[in-house]
């Protein structure tokens, strides 16, 4: 291996010590004791790989339209990749959406936390909601 591989193999291995803590599922009671903009952190490492799918999700509790909840997957699926900062900037919009009753998209991430994939967490997190008779 080449000197300069080596250093920036050991210069990444800095750089991700202690990540750890990023990347793990905040306990409840540690959760509970922190502000919103907290749990919106908290939160943000396992819902920043699925927010597309979180996005449409949202949308399509709200809409109740199935076609339109479709094409809006499809509009994602074709568009460029977020960057990080945008990425942020979606998920703290769903962290403080107050059109959700209880206001609670950090908590349902958390809740859904062990979901496997983005459809699963995004259904976990915004579950269809019951038809009006």
């Not at 206001?103 to 809740?111: D, F, I, N, T």
Request: charged share 25%; net charge negative; proline share 8%.
């Amino acid at each position: 291996m080449s000197r300069p591989a080596a250093i920036a193999i050991l210069t990444l291995m800095a750089a991700c010590h202690g990540s750890e803590d990023f990347y793990a599922k905040p306990t409840a009671e540690k959760f509970e004791k922190m502000t919103d903009d907290e749990r919106c952190d908290a939160v943000f490492p396992r819902a920043e790989p699925c927010l597309d799918a979180l996005t449409v999700a949202s949308a399509a509790q709200i809409v109740d339209d199935p076609e339109f909840a479709g094409k809006l997957g499809s509009a994602f699926h074709d568009a460029p990749p977020s960057n990080a900062k945008e990425r942020r900037a979606i998920h703290r919009v769903q962290c403080f959406d107050k059109s959700r009753e209880d206001a609670g998209y950090a908590k349902a991430v958390l809740a859904c936390w062990d979901q496997v994939g983005c459809k699963a967490l995004a259904a976990c997190v915004y579950p269809p909601m019951a038809k009006k008779p």
